[in-house]
């Protein structure tokens, strides 16, 4: 799934279980520095929309 730090920080930022998404610089920070192997994915689906458009797209890849 493919999202922009800007709109991941949100859904995580107010996360009691998420320890590596305490702080948003550092957070960034990761983002940045795994951004390069998470585009190395055979799929990637835009997930800054609606969760519906996400499970749509995912079930339209060519594993199901």
């Known amino acids: ?13 107010a996360a009691s279980n998420r320890p ?6 550092k957070f960034e920070s990761l983002y940045h ?6 585009r190395r994915a055979d799929f990637t689906i835009p997930a800054d929309t ?6 749509d797209a995912i079930l339209k890849l060519p594993l199901f």
Not at 20 to 25: K, N, S, V
Not at 50 to 55: A, L, M
């Open 33 to 38: 520095q795994r951004l390069e192997h998470y």
């Open 20 to 25: 590596l998404a305490r702080d948003r610089e």
């Open 1 to 13: 799934l493919d999202c922009p730090v800007e709109k991941l920080w949100p859904r995580v930022a």
């Open 50 to 55: 609606d969760p519906e458009t996400v499970v």
